[in-house]
């Protein structure tokens, strides 16, 4: 696990939050899941004021992304995700169809809102790129998870 990961994970952490899990190893970068129980104070601190209230349960994650990495090209049915760029500026690509538009970038502090079923792709660019992440669970009774991913490209042959 490189330093970098490390610091992150110490800052969260140092935050107050409750790290449930984690995983350093994805080809990218990784990420780390907070405790739900925390949504709200994740929410009110990562996220903040740009959104109204969110009802029902939400996941959050922190995305770390390293340079001129791509996550898959994917959409998910259980659920709807925001993201805010905690640090460093990362690219986005996003498209209610399979075909990938251009690649916008966004800075510090930018919200990105993805729908249910948007086709969505985080790029790291010349630094690593750091997001804050929330899932609102779209399905109460079948809950998003992990699993809940169609890859529609991947840089790295995975499912």
Same mark, same amino acid.
């Given at each position: 696990? /490189? *330093?970098?990961?490390?610091?992150?994970?110490?800052?969260? +952490?140092?935050? !107050?939050?409750?790290?449930? $899990?984690?995983?350093?190893?994805? =080809?990218? $970068? !990784?990420?780390?899941?907070?405790?739900?129980?925390?949504?709200? +104070?994740? @929410?009110?601190?990562?996220? /903040?004021?740009?959104?109204?209230?969110?009802? !029902?349960?939400?996941?959050?994650?922190?995305?770390? %992304?390293? =340079?001129?990495?791509?996550?898959?090209?994917?959409?998910?049915? &259980?659920? +709807?995700?925001?993201?805010? %760029?905690?640090?460093?500026?990362? $690219? %986005?690509?996003?498209?209610?169809?399979?075909? #990938? *538009? #251009?690649?916008? %970038?966004?800075? #510090? !502090?930018?919200?990105?809102?993805?729908?249910?079923?948007? &086709?969505?792709r985080l790029?790291?660019?010349?630094?690593i790129g750091? @997001?804050?992440?929330?899932?609102?669970?779209?399905?109460?009774?079948?809950? /998003?998870?992990?699993?809940?991913? @169609? &890859?529609?490209?991947?840089?790295?042959? &995975?499912?």
């Amino acid at each position: 696990m /490189s *330093n970098i990961f490390l610091e992150i994970q110490n800052e969260i +952490k140092s935050r !107050g939050y409750d790290i449930i $899990g984690y995983d350093f190893n994805r =080809p990218w $970068g !990784g990420f780390l899941l907070i405790n739900e129980s925390q949504s709200e +104070k994740f @929410v009110n601190e990562f996220i /903040s004021d740009h959104i109204d209230k969110i009802d !029902g349960r939400v996941s959050p994650k922190i995305l770390i %992304v390293n =340079p001129n990495s791509k996550l898959s090209w994917q959409y998910h049915h &259980r659920r +709807k995700e925001i993201w805010k %760029v905690f640090r460093n500026e990362v $690219g %986005v690509v996003r498209s209610m169809n399979d075909i #990938e *538009n #251009e690649i916008k %970038v966004y800075k #510090e !502090g930018d919200l990105i809102q993805f729908e249910n079923q948007e &086709r969505h792709r985080l790029i790291g660019l010349l630094k690593i790129g750091i @997001v804050a992440e929330i899932w609102i669970h779209t399905d109460k009774n079948n809950p /998003s998870n992990e699993e809940d991913i @169609v &890859r529609l490209k991947d840089d790295y042959f &995975r499912d």
